[in-house]
């Protein structure tokens, strides 16, 4: 393929997958033949137990977490945003909420229903690359020349960090398993070294106590975040596991700039994160802020057991 050829395709992949971004669902199954297409406050939390938001919809619920995002710093533009769902899956019982602002992708949740019109935010994120980007997806399958045949994407998603898309062309017989965040590809093989089915889709349930509480962010804090290669405490240093939402909080209000880092698949995938700071949520939730390629907010709860914290 001639470089005139090569850039040409890139952009018409690009171009179409964004038109396709505003169908109602795009299900993960699809086989594509071709390429169409406030001040902060110390606050105690007790993050083992969460109350999850009351809606009678899922559109409800998602418009009730977007409107109270869109009240913090850094998340207002999502006030002109619009959203679109797509199913994470058979048996997941959740959603990607894509948030477009004029046109261009400025954030997500991941949302899971967790009982009869009820509903819980697992993560969220804002800024142009966001989880499961169909922007940043089509980038990774021109630079691995997967555009050349038909191919078969799978969205599949374990836990925050383990999160990617399954791309499956059979004229190539291949399978390339990409970073669902980074759009790198990622060293695995088959189906074999993903985490285990029983390791947790989406999140493990936790506690609920009140459904019907209005989940609104009573606690943020912020630093201005590390570089994860500049500094190296998570190669040379033992880190702090199982973290307190308490500690973290001590050390953002007291202007650290921790990092988080996990060993994925299998250890197979060393991701270091630089923390920007937490957000904690009336219904019990606590997540830590961190960066990668953009911002993330990550429930405290379930990163805890994938790596650890080095302040």
């Known amino acids: 393929m001639n470089k005139l050829l090569y850039y040409l395709t890139s952009l018409l992949l690009s171009t179409s997958l964004l038109a396709a971004a505003t169908l109602d669902s795009w299900p993960a199954d699809a086989v594509q033949a071709a390429p169409q297409e406030p001040a902060v406050q110390t606050l105690?939390?007790?993050p083992a137990i969460q109350r999850d938001l009351s809606a009678p919809s899922l559109q409800n619920a998602v418009d009730r977490i977007i409107r109270e995002l869109a009240s913090q710093q850094g998340f207002e533009q999502w006030k002109q945003g619009a959203w679109t769902t797509y199913p994470l899956g058979p048996g997941t019982h959740g959603w990607i909420v894509m948030i477009t602002v004029d046109g261009q992708e400025a954030g997500y949740l991941v949302v899971q229903a967790s009982g009869?019109?009820?509903y819980r935010l697992i993560e969220y994120g804002k800024g142009p690359y966001p989880l499961f980007s169909m922007q940043t997806l089509s980038r990774s399958l021109v630079r691995l020349d997967i555009i050349e045949y038909p191919y078969h994407l799978e969205r599949i998603y374990y836990n925050?960090?383990?999160a990617?898309?399954?791309v499956t062309a059979p004229q190539a017989d291949r399978v390339w398993y990409i970073d669902a965040k980074s759009?790198?590809?990622?060293p695995l093989t088959n189906d074999s070294q993903l985490p285990a089915a029983d390791s947790g889709l989406?999140?493990?349930?936790?506690?609920?106590t009140d459904s019907d509480a209005l989940n609104t962010i009573i606690?943020?804090?912020?630093?201005?975040p590390s570089e994860a290669y500049e500094r190296l405490p998570w190669v040379k240093n033992k880190p702090e596991t199982l973290v307190r939402f308490e500690l973290l909080q001590k050390w953002i209000d007291q202007g650290r700039k921790p990092i988080f880092a996990a060993e994925l698949y299998g250890g197979r995938v060393h991701v270091p994160l630089p923390v920007t700071g937490y957000q904690a949520w009336s219904g019990g939730e606590s997540y830590v802020g961190v960066r990668q390629d953009d911002d993330r907010y990550l429930p405290l709860h379930t990163i805890n057991p994938l790596g650890g914290f080095y302040p």
Do not use: F, I, R, S
């Open 202 to 208: 989406l999140v493990k349930p936790l506690p609920v």
């Open 116 to 118: 009869q019109d009820t």
């Open 160 to 162: 925050p960090l383990e």
């Open 219 to 224: 606690a943020a804090g912020q630093t201005e």
């Open 44 to 46: 105690q939390v007790q």
């Open 183 to 186: 759009g790198e590809e990622l």
């Open 164 to 166: 990617l898309w399954k």
